[in-house]
């Protein structure tokens, strides 16, 4: 049979005003990322605002294939090649960490679909950045942990206090000793002062909502200056960490409560030091350190090893990262004292 070129050249104009289309559709979702794969999982169309998303162009991107865009592919529950597979079935959507030319990383949402016609051709991926979000809910799950626990804590913590004065209102009924009194008014201290802390642990544990930029020095001085005498015998070296996103007040207490537990904890004079990490920053001291036994105790509420400590300092700590979204752990300095990282710091400088 024979062609009419004009119906050829039409089909071709059609063709083209599809694609053209679907690249202006494309184009216009800035908020996503959407890009074509292969039936290998190989990229093939690489539009800018997945090259805004990523930092790579498309000469980087294209023929390369889509694990390129994971920042540990070799750590995700499911392997990409995985998912094309389970896409048959219908759109599938991945969440894990994605990695951008500069090196940086961000939580991503990954949703895959078929491209059919009569069989399958490729996949349409959409990748949008939800590192906000998955934060966000990290943030929330931190708070529920840290309220369960609070409550655990109230009901295990005042129920020997309760016991007492039930066991002393007792005993001064029967024998009026004023013993009893005294010793009333002593646990009714307590109490109040356990009250109090459990009630700081509370509140630095809502999530920062409404993050400000931080100068962190600033923040240290003015930490290290409210410990007043005693840092007498402390000395603080500061190696620059810039600014971070954080609430200030909170972010002073954190320094406060971990300057206290290294002068508090060492012998004699005391050297501090806080700098940066490549995700956050560190806190540490020359003192005796922390045993390897008790390393997974230390940020438990009411946990001490000091006759006079409440053990709510570093539990605050905790409270306080945990709020913003950080990640704290304990290990050992160079010189064998106590070393805390805080992890998961976003940087604005």
């Given amino acids: 049979m024979d062609t009419d070129p004009a119906d050829s050249s039409s089909d071709q104009q059609t063709a083209d005003s599809d694609d053209s289309v679907s690249e202006r559709l494309i184009e216009g979702l800035s908020s996503h990322a959407v890009f074509m794969l292969d039936t290998d999982g190989t990229i093939t169309t690489w539009p800018e605002p997945a090259a805004s998303l990523y930092g790579y162009d498309r000469d980087a991107t294209v023929g390369q294939h889509v694990d390129m865009l994971f920042a540990d592919p070799e750590e995700m529950e499911t392997t990409v090649e995985s998912l094309l597979?389970?896409?048959?079935?219908?759109?599938?959507?991945t969440q894990h960490w994605h990695r951008r030319a500069d090196g940086s990383v961000f939580w991503a949402t990954l949703s895959l679909s078929q491209l059919e016609d009569g069989e399958l051709t490729g996949f349409v991926a959409v990748s949008q950045d939800t590192t906000e979000k998955h934060q966000y809910d990290k943030m929330l799950e931190r708070q529920n942990d840290r309220l369960k626990e609070f409550t655990d804590i109230l009901a295990h913590d005042l129920k020997s206090p309760l016991s007492v004065i039930s066991s002393r209102v007792h005993l001064a009924r029967e024998t009026g000793d004023e013993e009893h009194l005294d010793a009333l008014e002593e646990t009714s201290d307590r109490m109040a002062r356990l009250v109090d802390d459990l009630?700081?642990?509370?509140?630095?544990?809502?999530?920062?909502t409404d993050p400000e930029t931080t100068n962190v020095q600033a923040v240290v001085n003015t930490a290290w200056e409210g410990h007043g005498e005693t840092t007498d015998r402390a000395t603080l070296h500061y190696e620059d960490i810039g600014s971070v996103s954080a609430d200030a007040d909170r972010l002073i207490e954190l320094f406060e409560n971990?300057?206290?537990n290294s002068i508090r904890h060492g012998d004699g004079a005391v050297i501090v030091r806080v700098g940066p990490l490549d995700n956050g920053f560190y806190v540490e001291d020359?003192?005796?350190?922390?045993?390897d036994e008790i390393k997974d105790n230390v940020f438990d509420h009411g946990f001490t090893t000091a006759e006079d400590g409440s053990g709510y300092g570093l539990s605050i700590v905790r409270t306080i990262a945990g709020a913003h979204g950080w990640d704290i752990l304990v290990t050992d300095s160079d010189t064998g004292g106590a070393r805390f990282e805080i992890t998961g710091v976003e940087f604005l400088d």
């Fill in 85 to 93: 597979i389970e896409v048959a079935s219908g759109p599938v959507e």
């Fill in 199 to 208: 009630l700081s642990v509370a509140e630095q544990g809502n999530v920062v």
């Fill in 258 to 260: 971990l300057f206290q």
């Fill in 286 to 291: 020359d003192g005796p350190g922390i045993p």
